[in-house]
């Protein structure tokens, strides 16, 4: 009997926890915060660490409009142009992949994304065809101290220009390879600094992982995913000057 009398005053004590509200609520809290803290496939795809970026891929600039300093993360993936190269190279045009790729080597989107660390100066980005004509449209304008991304694939060619006049190329650059481990993306600083040698890396290293993290994942379909078939397009130029090419 004392048994019985002991297993019905903890039902009656847990019937009244389970209808106070604030105890309720503590429990859905919890429940939640499990489910929102619980680690998902997509978020940790987001996750990029400092030591994956290391060091950047760097281009001392020396322009009618002042010294820059072009930062590239990650390096080893990306080609970066001088300025007195880059007519020649932006000639050969945006490259293809040949043949059948399978595997990881498959997947060729690169979110290239443009942060203009200038205080004075607006710096553009054109796309280069595979003809080695280069867009008067830009695909990207970022105004000072703003980000700007652009959805696009590996091998193509961008001209790194200043603006509004456009007269003066900064470089240019290309992505040879996907980099996976950052989700395909890629980040070009331009500063104003003169010499790329005497920056803090860290700090920028800090700063391309706020971007990527804030780019977040390439909502296009992966290969595997996709039903389309061919190459993929080119990157659509952003205005009505559809069709218009610097030099025609």
């Given at each position: 009997?004392?048994?019985?009398?002991?297993?019905?005053?903890?039902?009656?004590?847990?019937?009244?926890?389970?209808?106070?509200?604030?105890?309720?609520?503590?429990?859905?809290?919890?429940?939640?915060?499990?489910?929102t803290e619980s680690?998902?496939?997509?978020?940790?795809?987001?996750?990029?660490?400092?030591?994956?970026?290391?060091?950047?891929?760097?281009?001392?600039?020396?322009?009618?409009?002042?010294?820059?300093?072009?930062?590239?993360?990650?390096?080893?993936?990306?080609?970066?142009?001088?300025?007195?190269?880059?007519?020649?190279?932006?000639?050969?045009?945006?490259?293809?992949?040949?043949?059948?790729?399978?595997?990881?080597?498959?997947?060729?989107?690169?979110?290239?994304?443009?942060?203009?660390?200038?205080?004075?100066?607006?710096?553009?980005?054109?796309?280069?065809?595979?003809?080695?004509?280069?867009?008067?449209?830009?695909?990207?304008?970022?105004?000072?101290?703003?980000?700007?991304?652009?959805?696009?694939?590996?091998?193509?060619?961008?001209?790194?220009?200043?603006?509004?006049?456009?007269?003066?190329?900064?470089?240019?650059?290309?992505?040879?390879?996907r980099p996976h481990?950052?989700?395909?993306?890629?980040?070009?600083?331009?500063?104003?600094?003169?010499?790329?040698?005497?920056?803090?890396?860290?700090?920028?290293?800090?700063?391309?992982?706020?971007?990527?993290?804030?780019?977040?994942?390439?909502?296009?379909?992966?290969?595997?995913?996709?039903?389309?078939?061919?190459?993929?397009?080119?990157?659509?130029?952003?205005?009505?000057?559809?069709g218009k090419f610097?030099?025609?």
């Amino acid at each position: 009997e004392p048994q019985g009398v002991r297993l019905r005053a903890l039902r009656d004590a847990r019937d009244k926890l389970s209808s106070c509200p604030s105890v309720a609520r503590k429990a859905r809290s919890s429940t939640d915060s499990a489910v929102t803290e619980s680690p998902s496939v997509s978020s940790a795809a987001l996750c990029v660490s400092l030591g994956d970026l290391g060091r950047p891929s760097t281009l001392k600039i020396t322009s009618p409009a002042g010294n820059f300093s072009l930062l590239v993360y990650p390096d080893a993936y990306v080609q970066v142009v001088a300025a007195v190269d880059y007519p020649g190279w932006a000639f050969t045009g945006s490259g293809r992949v040949r043949g059948r790729v399978t595997g990881v080597r498959a997947d060729q989107r690169v979110l290239l994304s443009v942060y203009n660390g200038c205080d004075d100066q607006t710096v553009t980005a054109h796309w280069i065809d595979w003809a080695g004509s280069e867009r008067i449209s830009p695909n990207l304008v970022c105004t000072p101290k703003s980000t700007q991304t652009e959805l696009t694939y590996i091998l193509h060619n961008f001209g790194l220009r200043l603006s509004p006049q456009q007269q003066v190329v900064l470089g240019g650059v290309r992505v040879t390879e996907r980099p996976h481990h950052t989700g395909g993306r890629v980040v070009v600083f331009v500063t104003r600094d003169a010499d790329p040698s005497a920056l803090d890396f860290r700090r920028f290293a800090a700063k391309c992982k706020e971007v990527m993290e804030t780019v977040g994942e390439d909502q296009r379909d992966p290969p595997e995913e996709s039903s389309r078939q061919g190459r993929p397009p080119a990157p659509p130029p952003p205005s009505a000057n559809r069709g218009k090419f610097w030099g025609s």
